[in-house]
């Protein structure tokens, strides 16, 4: 790790992780919502969908 570059990219992603209060992995960001431990597969899925409906429906007044 003597390339400034990976260094300077390790250094950002640990302050990152630092402000979403993250501090074991795995650790996922789906939405607003931070995962900090392993989850099974349904459980994602649904957490997926969620967001995803979330979106859509803020975008929903918005025109493109």
């Known amino acids: ?3 400034p570059a990976i260094a300077d990219e390790l250094a950002r992603v640990r302050a990152l ?3 979403l209060h993250i501090d074991r ?3 996922l960001v789906v ?8 989850v099974d ?3 994602l899925q649904r ?3 969620d967001a995803r ?3 859509a429906g803020s975008r929903a007044g918005q025109h493109l």
Not at 31 to 38: F, M, P
Request: proline share 4%.
């Open 53 to 55: 409906s979330k979106r």
């Open 1 to 3: 790790m003597q390339d």
């Open 41 to 43: 597969m349904a459980s």
């Open 47 to 49: 957490l997926l969908a």
């Open 31 to 38: 939405g607003d919502i931070v995962i900090a431990h392993l």
């Open 25 to 27: 992995t795995p650790a």
């Open 17 to 19: 992780a630092k402000g």
